[in-house]
């Protein structure tokens, strides 16, 4: 099982966890309960239900690299093309587009 925190313009804002059945995301109870933090995408209301999904969720899909960028990531780090999970915990840490940044949990 792999998890990630989620960050939302710096600050954590909820846990990204992969599992046999799939994903599952769900805000941080400080992050939540701050009601100047903003939801992180129209597709995650602020709500403290949690969110599952048989594949990396479509926010998250969004942000790997495609094509010959997509390629060569993954020969340089050796991940696997289809494995988009671990393609997230190595490039989405930094410089991405728009305000989530992705760091990896070590449990």
Known sequence: MR????????IPAGILEENKNGFVFRYDD??????????????????QQTYYHSSLF???????PEGT???ML?????????D??????????YDTIGA?????LND
């Open 3 to 10: 998890k990630a925190i989620v960050n939302f313009k710096g």
């Open 30 to 47: 400080v992050y939540f309960h701050n009601p100047t933090q903003k939801a992180i995408s129209l597709t995650f209301p602020k709500t």
């Open 58 to 64: 479509p926010v998250f899909f969004n942000m790997l």
């Open 69 to 71: 960028n997509k390629e």
């Open 74 to 82: 993954c020969r340089v780090l050796r991940i696997d093309e289809n």
């Open 84 to 93: 988009f999970f671990g393609l997230l915990l190595a490039t989405a840490q």
């Open 100 to 104: 989530i940044t992705i760091t990896p």
